[in-house]
């Protein structure tokens, strides 16, 4: 039994994704003391320990296809690309319609400049259920042609005739926007831009936190996590939500979820370690306030 749950195409909360909500009742006092150990120095960035306790853990279950997914997350986030990618290609391997395990694999091949097409040989690519997922992650990214062309190749049902309907929609979308005036914003011609999604929920949510409307802040970011959730910034906007409105549990969550995604940007790594010590101090957690606030102080 794999500690996490295989999710499916439209699965979207990413808090499914994260092995330590499985149940681990079946499991060893010494792996549950090890793994959750793993987790915990991965949140604090300490990724060579988290490494050697969860090779510990593969040791004690060898089969266990969520551990090699933990250590190609970890070595992502340490840069220790080769040994990511090894261990995210053994837990597809094992659980080839996983979304969650093909969505690390391909931040990993991309991070090295690569696709995952170029690594047709060494996992079950022409899986079905593989092919739905790398369409959604296509669409996520706004590769509408490449999720398109993966969705036309496969035998059509209700979820993928929807999926195509968005993709073809976003293409148009697009179209339309090369072919009329861009999307003005402001008075004049010259602050005329087109619109990327995702930077205008950015600044949206930029200008409700400072204004602090943090029912505004928690509506948008709440639904930015569902339709963009491989972008950092939701996840700290949100949690800053959930710790103005009491939620320092949820708010520690959401932030472990939202760091896995966060790369080489030291001033949103230091707000969410500004948000995991609110959180944790609000919690009555004083030592681990003070271990996140220090790592500000100190800019690790």
């Given amino acids: 039994m794999a500690l996490t749950v295989a999710a499916q195409e439209d699965q979207q909360p990413i808090d499914q994704e994260e092995s330590a909500e499985v149940f681990l009742e079946e499991y060893t006092d010494d792996f549950q003391e090890a793994f959750f150990e793993a987790l915990k120095q991965k949140g604090i960035q300490n990724y060579d320990r988290a490494a050697n306790l969860l090779l510990e853990c593969k040791q004690l279950r060898p089969d266990d296809s969520s551990i090699d997914h933990e250590l190609a997350k970890v070595n992502l986030l340490d840069k220790k690309y080769v040994l990511a990618e090894q261990y995210g290609i053994e837990a597809l391997n094992s659980e080839p319609a996983n979304f969650w395990y093909l969505n690390t694999l391909n931040t990993i091949l991309e991070r090295q400049g690569t696709a995952l097409e170029m690594k047709k040989e060494r996992i079950p690519f022409d899986n079905p259920f593989l092919q739905q997922n790398l369409a959604n992650i296509y669409f996520k990214s706004k590769r509408y042609d490449a999720a398109l062309q993966i969705v036309k190749g496969l035998k059509r049902t209700k979820e993928l005739e929807e999926l195509r309907l968005k993709i073809t929609d976003s293409i148009d979308k697009i179209k339309h ?54 972008q950092p910034f939701f996840y700290y906007a949100l949690a800053l939500a959930q710790n103005s409105k009491g939620n320092h549990s949820a708010a520690v969550e959401t932030l472990e979820t939202g760091f896995d995604y966060l790369f080489d940007n030291q001033e949103l790594s230091n707000k969410f370690f500004e948000e995991f010590s609110n959180a944790y101090r609000s919690l009555g957690n004083t030592s681990k306030a003070n271990e996140y606030l220090a790592k500000i102080k100190n800019g690790l």
Avoid: F, H, R, W
């Avoid at 831009?193 to 948008?220: C, H, R």
């Fill in 177 to 230: 926007l090369s072919s009329d005036d861009p999307v003005v914003v402001g008075e004049t011609p010259q602050n005329t831009v087109a619109v990327n999604p995702v930077e205008e929920i950015q600044l949206a949510l930029a200008g409700y936190i400072s204004t602090m409307n943090i029912e505004k802040v928690y509506e948008l970011a709440s639904s930015a996590v569902e339709e963009y959730p491989l």
